[in-house]
């Protein structure tokens, strides 16, 4: 469908003037709209105009956009009084306080000022579209338009239809998105949209891994960041936001889905809340800020030790060879046969299971046997899992040989799916089910989620990347483990493993 063509003179107004209207009439004003800005609180739309001027200055300082660009747009700004200027704007944007009440009071109150053809849009993050419709007598011209903080920076925007939401208001918010230099996603009207739904997985699953006591926090992300590819770890990410602002909004999201548990969290957030180590801005979290800058604790030296033999599994024939291959340059001495040596450490490639029942599954002695994670690229930092009774002695002499060439090594206990397997086999899943649910396109999914959380790749793309039937292994390997319900596979997922189709390819 062709875009709607913004007639001369579309005009934008802006309803709150804090850090996200202020960027939004930013990139309205540069993407040529005029741009009428009002607040309740005294002198703040001045305030706005001189803000948002001094910023488009400093663009055209820095070469982002030429002087008489930045010199127009600060002319097309304009502070209004009250909400009776706005009959002469085509869209308004509503940018106040996250709180349903007052957003449905605000839209009752513009309902009664615009042109009866005007978009209202709602820039919230988190509450329902729907539920502030519902307060017009108008509902099909609201929506969504859920920009990201710093609005000029993150050129992402949420399309957000609610349930009585006509496509015409739509197709003008993609128009007005990309005139403004920003790429517009549509989704449905769901808890946390699109970014911010796909976005519990990260968190959830790795609270999850540290409430079972695998590892410490340092350690998970470490491993996200080296072996999976993620830009920070959880923990660095929940101490930047605040613990007591990710806590609440995963408490929320997993409420508003009737206690759904894909999106359940974990009880050591509200024990860090109450603890006061809520992250970065307090000077504590889950790591310690001296002078604001995270310190994180050194990992312990690889011991020097060295197995005498090593016998490595051929379970997994993928993970076999690449243990082979990384063996073999560490100048291990690997033992061939069916069976291992009496004296040799056992090494296994498992893919959703843990090393205990690994060993048992291959009638191998556990007291000597270590699990490697194989799925994921081992140059930059490997993952060793022990067992419930691996000796100290050939946890070491394993820690030793993997660490032999100067990478470093991450030994953490025993978890099926080891940290990044898991953690990945999750965010795909839940791709997959926002995907099954019709909240969005899979092209649009896979666009939004590395643009609005930075990951490595789009959840299905990531899919498709490691193989959708492996996903699918992981995650039935991890439900009847631990017989919980998060593990369950999407239906999505299921079929395209089973028709070995990409996870992108929507349906007819």
Known sequence: MAEPILKDGFTVGVVGTGSMGRGIAQIAAAGGFPVLLFDTRPGATDD???FVASMLGRAAEKGQLSADAAKAAIARLTPVESLSAFKACDLVIEAIVEELSAKREMFK???VDVAPDAILASNTSSLSVTAMAAACKHPERVAG?????????????EVVEGTLTEPRALDVLDAVARRCGHTPVRCKDTPGFLVNHAGRAFGTESLRILHEG????????RVLRMVAGFRMGPFELMDLTGVDVSGPVMRSIYDQYFQEPRYRASPLLQQRIDAGLIGRKAGRGFYDYPDGKQVAPDEPPAPRTRPAAVWLSQAEPRGHDIADKLLGALGARLEGGARPPADALCIVTPIGLDATNTAVAEGLDPTRTVALETLFD???RRVL???SVTTPAMRDAAHGLLAADGVPVSVIHDSPGFIAQRVVAMIVNLGCDIAQQRVAAP?????????GLNYPFGPLAWGDKLGAGTILTILERLHAF???PRYRPSPWLKRRALLGVSLLTPEA
């Open 385 to 387: 899992m022990t067992t």
């Open 214 to 221: 695998i590892t410490d926090p340092p350690t998970i992300d």
């Open 109 to 111: 109150g513009l309902e």
């Open 378 to 380: 081992p140059s930059r």
């Open 48 to 50: 706005a105009v001189t």
């Open 443 to 451: 092209a649009d999914i896979d666009l939004a989620v590395p643009l």
């Open 145 to 157: 338009y859920h920009f990201f903080n710093p609005v000029p920076l993150l050129r992402l925007v």
């Open 482 to 484: 631990y017989g919980d």
